[in-house]
Nanobody
């Protein structure tokens, strides 16, 4: 099992940027496909982006494509989500999640067995 800790959230104006790191520990990080999800108040948790275990493949939700970038540093057991051109509708708690066993990218919450505690991103208009 891998333990995940997100950071980097905060308050930013529309059009601004943030970088969210998610640090992993406890298992072989390089065998985990990683995902980012978000949950806005009163809404269900939704898929944002994912990167496969090797870093060779990424996938994004249409709502964030061309604005957000997911990347990983397997040497330092960290996955990142770069958020650019932020909009008020991006306001949410952002969670990273891990899917072990060198499996393919998935957009389904139930495919990820390990979750962090989340970090709040608030975008003001």
């Amino acid at each position: 099992q891998v333990q995940l800790v997100e950071s980097g959230g905060g308050l930013v104006q529309a059009g601004g940027s943030l970088r969210l790191p998610c640090a992993a520990s406890g298992d072989t990080f390089s065998t985990y496909t990683m995902g980012w999800f978000r949950q806005a108040p009163g809404k269900e948790r939704e898929f944002v982006a994912a990167i496969n275990w090797s870093g060779g493949r990424t996938y994004y939700a249409d709502s964030v494509k061309d604005r957000f970038t997911i990347s990983r540093d397997n040497a330092n057991n960290t996955v990142y989500l770069q958020l650019n051109s932020l909009k008020p509708e991006d306001t949410a708690v952002y969670y990273c999640a891990a899917r072990g066993g060198r499996l393919a990218i998935s957009t389904s919450l139930s495919s990820y067995g390990n979750w962090g505690q989340g970090t709040q991103v608030t975008v003001s208009s």
